[in-house]
């Protein structure tokens, strides 16, 4: 038969190990806690005149100086309070991109006036109206041009626009 003495297995320099029972002598006496030193609180740190503050300090300003932004609820509002409403309309129609040619007139400066043949080249789509997204022009001239020993006269091409790409509403 084996004998087993649980207390010749540990060595008599380490402490037994005990399930959370002490016996008085083993227990600590609490320390007495060390008095604290008071730490004076930090001073307000000085102002830093580096890059990174002076952009703090523009952004600060900037707000005082802009006007508040608004939402898009209340941007269409104060539109269609200030009898704006054609321009909302025109902003919730949709529109959409046609190609093909029509002419632009001559104004009265000679300059070409396109908007009217972007008119028309919506209506030929199908649609109200447009607005001129690209053009192209075209050098026309008279058939005695084309005949050879002709010197050609001043008044014998002249330069005709087209809108070839329109946004219809």
Same mark, same amino acid.
């Given at each position: ?16 190990? =005990? ?11 609490? $320390? ?8 004076? +609180?930090? =001073?307000?740190? @000085? ?22 932004? %608004? ?40 300059? +070409? ?17 447009? %607005?001129?997204? @690209?053009?192209? $022009?075209?050098?026309?001239? =008279? +058939? ?6 002709? %010197? ?5 091409? %002249? ?11």
């Amino acid at each position: 038969m084996l004998a087993f003495a649980p207390e010749a297995g540990w060595p008599q320099g380490t402490p037994q190990p =005990s399930l959370g029972l002490q016996s008085p002598a083993q227990q600590s006496v609490p $320390a007495r806690p060390e008095p604290q030193q008071i730490e004076p +609180p930090p =001073s307000p740190r @000085d102002e830093n005149p580096g890059l990174i503050n002076e952009i703090g300090k523009l952004f600060e300003k900037s707000k005082s100086l802009l006007p508040p932004l %608004k939402s898009p609820a209340e941007t269409t509002d104060d539109a269609a309070n200030k009898g704006g409403g054609d321009a909302l309309s025109n902003l919730a129609r949709p529109s959409i991109m046609v190609s093909g040619r029509a002419a632009c007139l001559v104004a009265a400066n000679g300059a +070409p006036d396109c908007k009217a043949g972007a008119d028309r080249l919506c209506q030929s789509k199908g649609y109200k109206e447009g %607005k001129s997204l @690209d053009t192209d $022009a075209a050098e026309k001239c =008279s +058939p005695k041009v084309y005949v050879p020993g002709y %010197k050609r006269q001043p008044g014998d091409c %002249k330069t005709e626009n087209y809108v070839t790409r329109a946004l219809c509403q």
